[in-house]
Structures are given as structure tokens and as C-alpha cells.
């Protein structure tokens, strides 16, 4: 069976395409299937995979509203990695009202991954910076949430709406939702406030924080204008290798 997770925060530019195609490459990295689902009308995972759709082309936005069979594209990038990708575009930005009149619109996505999902060891949603209808699908489909959170100081603030978030949909939609982790993100050793926010999250936080830390990495933001995640563009990089270690983190301690 598949293990879907939804990665996912309100806040913009934190991290979450960031961490969604690094994790997905570096899973397919150590010899799992991985589909990486686009959410975000933004597109980014998809550009920073190389992938810049046509309007109207095949898209995560036919796949949720389209009345076609919901066989998703796929765009095999290293043969070396089994990592595929439904890519989005902005035109997805239509679909949160066109669905709001579908019946049980929470649970499209959920629906419509079914057919799909167990293709797959991993399925990895990359959600848009907002707590609308899409990432409440993104949730519903999911079973479990992966949180980046980078370390400043409303940190706290914004991890509380979200964990309010998740407790409603777990109690609304799906009630096997769990929490797969907090990571924390863009992270600078050097900084205090880094660690003093880390500290109070690890305090107050009663899920899982996963122990390895992202750093802040140039390579890691210079990989998606190659079309690439980082470790097909730096294997060596410490961004690389710290994805890497995160899914290790995932792979071993996840119930898969
Ligand atoms: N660990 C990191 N080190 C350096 N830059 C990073 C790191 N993580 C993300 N970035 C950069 O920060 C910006 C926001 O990251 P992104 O993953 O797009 O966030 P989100 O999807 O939450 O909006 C991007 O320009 C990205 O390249
Ligand atoms: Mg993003």
C-alpha cells in the first residue's frame, strides 16, 4: 500500500516545494516509487523539476476537476530515480471554486488518487501556501502531514493554526490523519534565535520533529532553475545529504 503525505503550512517560503521534491527524489533515491503531486497553482515543484506546462495541457488540475479518467501525467526525469510527477499550472487556481459545488468536495483529491495511488510507495503533495480547499484535500487524501517550519519567531503562531487545522479535518473528514513530523527548515546553526525557536517548538510540540535539520543550503535554491532537485545537481551538497537524511527518518520510522 501507498503512504501519502501532504506537506504542508500556511505560510509561503518555508520551505514546503523545497522539502516536497528533495524528500521525493531522495526516496526514490534509496529505491521506493515516488509520484510527487503539484497542488499550487504556482507550479513550483513542476518548474523546479524541469516541467513548464501549455495551458490546457494534462494537468493535477484535469486530474481533480476533469471528467476524463483520472490517469495522471507522468514525466520520468532521471531514468537513474523512479520519481514521477503530476504537474500543476496556473489554471489550477480556478479549480478551488470550481469543486466547492461538488459533492463531498473535500474528498476529491482522495477520490481521485485512489485509482492511482497504489502505483506508488510514496505519494508526496505539495500544498499552496493556504489553508483553502486544496490543501484541505490535500489533508482529507492524505495519512499523514509533514510540516516544514522554519525557524523564526512566529514559528510558534503559525504551527498552532495548523495543528487546528489538522485536528479539524482529522475529526471533519479523516480520522486516520496523522501527524508525520515537523522539519525544520533553512536552518542556520549559527543563529540563536534558530535554536531558541527550535527549543521552544521541541517543548511544546508533542508530535514527532524529526532530527534532522535542513540548512541553509545555496544549492538547494540553485537546483530548481536547472530542473533538478539537489541531489542530481550537488549529490555531495549538505542540502542533498540532508534530504537524504530525512528520508531515512521517514523510511524507518514512518509504519510503511
Ligand atoms: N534549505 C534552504 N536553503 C536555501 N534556500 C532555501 C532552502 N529551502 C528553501 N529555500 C529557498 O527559499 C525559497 C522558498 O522555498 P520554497 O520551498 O519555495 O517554500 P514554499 O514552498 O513553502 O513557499 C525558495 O527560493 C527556495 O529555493
Ligand atoms: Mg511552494
Same mark, same amino acid.
Given at each position: 500500500m501507498s503512504r501519502i503525505i501532504a506537506i504542508a503550512n500556511q505560510k509561503g517560503g518555508v520551505g514546503k516545494t523545497t522539502t516536497a521534491v528533495n524528500t521525493a527524489a531522495s526516496l526514490a533515491g534509496k529505491g521506493q516509487k515516488v509520484l510527487l503531486v503539484d497542488c499550487d497553482p504556482q507550479g513550483n515543484a513542476s518548474s523546479g523539476l524541469g516541467v513548464r506546462l501549455e495551458p490546457g495541457a494534462p494537468s493535477f488540475y484535469s486530474f481533480l476537476v476533469g471528467n476524463s479518467s483520472p490517469a495522471p501525467i507522468r514525466?520520468?526525469?532521471?531514468?537513474?530515480?523512479?520519481?514521477?510527477?503530476?504537474? &500543476? @499550472?496556473?489554471? +489550477?487556481?480556478?479549480?478551488?471554486?470550481e469543486i466547492v459545488s461538488v459533492d463531498r468536495a473535500e474528498h =476529491? #483529491?482522495?477520490?481521485?488518487?485512489?485509482?492511482?495511488?497504489?502505483?506508488?510507495?510514496?505519494?508526496?503533495?505539495?500544498?499552496?501556501?493556504s489553508l483553502g480547499l486544496l490543501t484541505i484535500n490535500a489533508l482529507t487524501? &492524505? @495519512?499523514?502531514? +509533514?510540516?516544514?517550519?522554519?525557524?523564526?519567531?512566529?514559528?510558534?503562531?503559525?504551527?498552532?493554526? =495548523? #495543528?487546528?487545522?489538522?485536528?479539524?479535518?482529522?475529526?471533519?473528514?479523516?480520522?486516520d490523519l496523522r501527524i508525520e513530523g515537523v522539519v525544520l527548515t533553512m536552518f542556520d546553526r549559527r543563529n540563536n534565535l534558530a535554536h531558541?525557536?527550535?527549543?521552544?517548538?521541541?517543548?511544546h510540540f508533542r508530535f514527532r520533529m524529526f532530527r534532522t535539520f535542513i540548512p541553509r543550503n545555496v544549492r538547494l535554491s540553485e537546483s530548481?532553475?536547472?530542473?533538478?532537485?539537489?541531489?542530481?545537481?550537488?549529490a555531495g551538497c549538505p542540502g542533498a545529504k540532508a534530504y537524504l537524511?530525512?528520508?531515512?527518518?521517514?523510511?524507518?520510522?514512518?509504519?510503511?
Open positions: 514525466h520520468p526525469l532521471a531514468p537513474s530515480l523512479d520519481l514521477a510527477l503530476l504537474p &500543476a @499550472h496556473p489554471e +489550477l487556481s480556478a479549480a478551488e471554486w =476529491l #483529491l482522495g477520490r481521485r488518487l485512489a485509482s492511482i495511488s497504489d502505483d506508488y510507495d510514496y505519494v508526496l503533495l505539495d500544498c499552496p501556501p487524501a &492524505a @495519512h499523514s502531514l +509533514l510540516i516544514p517550519l522554519q525557524c523564526e519567531y512566529y514559528a510558534m503562531e503559525g504551527l498552532t493554526l =495548523l #495543528l487546528d487545522t489538522f485536528h479539524r479535518i482529522k475529526l471533519r473528514f479523516n480520522p531558541q525557536v527550535a527549543n521552544e517548538i521541541r517543548k530548481p532553475s536547472f530542473g533538478l532537485p539537489a541531489l542530481l545537481y550537488d537524511e530525512l528520508a531515512d527518518e521517514i523510511l524507518n520510522e514512518g509504519g510503511h
